[in-house]
């Protein structure tokens, strides 16, 4: 009987989809790794036919070359790897900053199309149409010519309170001096961020059981400002600052944003935000208008209503669009190499000059774009996940 049972098992194994599905997963991904084995040596060979040196290997060698703007502390004799990592910080930063400040103004945009005011919809509805229609390269370009064309010079900057300074060299502000009070701050605001996040769960789920409602904001945000004024606080209540004063054609103290920085910011923030608007617009039109006259049989105010009873509902069609914004951001971050700002494309393309490793240097864009926007998907799928309406 067991000899007799055994060739069955194996042929209902075989007529099982989800089996013939995984066994022509493995050999579709056996032929992809073929296929790249194949042609990585197949160009290491001519390369090598052709005296073109290839490898990692000048990675460890001196740059040789300078970077305007970095975040980290760089010299010209660092190595490769380093400047590299600099121009991938200098990318992190942008896409980063672009991200969050995209998403509250597209997200405001958004809400702004629904107002009862029609002034305040028609500024909505023209600024979408406006920076969605015109090419970000473009705008790029605007911005760069606007900061170093317009602006006043150097020595003679647009000054706000004698704090802050604006001119063709960039925008710089006052930052306080690093010490032990400001760690302890910064330790303090994540802890208080963690209380606040334990605080808005409890506040919901007393909601669910009670439908009294207590802030989900201020009180929060009270949190994370009190933890943090506890560092502070602990640490000795640190208050030196370093504060910007124009000498000539050199900006002492403070911290700067160069022009190269700004224009990429402003364009991609722009143009990406009125994306996000129509995001946005999209998933509150999508929530059917009996939940908001259910709403407002309840009492409660249109800005309750958004906040708790349309915006929920629309995030299941919200996220995932926005996930092609952020990548968006991320990928057209690339275009700061036509003004100057140095990301990893700028200095890869120093770095394959100087040392012709293009299938290199090529290799390094590619690893981090694709690392960058696969981590960025893995977030916003989490996320999705999270958010989406489960039913009961």
Known sequence: MPSQRTPQRARRTWRSESFRGLIY???????????????????????????????????????GFD????????????????????????????????????????ALLGIGRFSKNALVRGLCYGYVEIF???????????WYLVFTEFLPPIFDPVSIGGLFFLSKNG??????????????????ALIGLFIAVFYRRM?????????????????????????????WLAGG??????????????????ASATPEFLALLLGLVLYTSAFIAEVVRSGIASVSHGQVEAAQSLGLSQ??????????????????????????ITKNSSLAVSIGYPDIVSIANTG???????????????????TVSLSTSAFMNWYNKRAAIKER
């Open 25 to 63: 997963q493995i050999l579709a991904l056996l032929a992809v790794g073929f296929a790249i084995g194949y042609l990585a040596n197949n160009t290491v060979a001519n390369m090598a036919a052709r005296g073109i040196q290839s490898g990692f290997g000048f990675l460890t060698q001196p740059a």
């Open 171 to 188: 925008f710089s502000f006052p930052v306080p001096v690093w010490s032990t009070g400001q760690a302890l701050a910064g330790l303090g």
């Open 352 to 370: 394959l000059n100087q040392t012709g490793r293009a299938v290199e240097c090529i290799a390094v864009i590619m690893a981090v774009y694709l």
């Open 132 to 142: 969605r229609n015109v090419p970000v390269l473009l705008q790029l370009f605007m």
């Open 303 to 328: 800005a309750h209503s958004m906040r708790l009873v349309i915006l929920p509902q629309s995030l299941r069609v919200i996220i995932p669009p926005m996930t092609s914004q952020y990548l968006n």
């Open 203 to 231: 506040v919901r789920r007393q909601f669910e059981l009670t439908g009294q409602m207590r802030s989900m904001l201020l009180v929060p945000g009270a949190i994370v400002l009190a933890m943090a004024i506890g560092g």
């Open 237 to 254: 209540a640190p208050n030196d600052w370093s504060i910007p004063k124009p000498e000539g054609f050199v900006m002492q103290g403070g």
């Open 67 to 106: 970077i305007g703007e970095s975040v980290i502390a760089y010299q010209s004799l660092d190595p490769y790897w380093k400047a590299f990592l600099v121009g991938l910080l200098n990318t992190l930063r942008v896409a980063l900053v672009g991200i969050v400040l995209a998403t509250v103004l597209g």
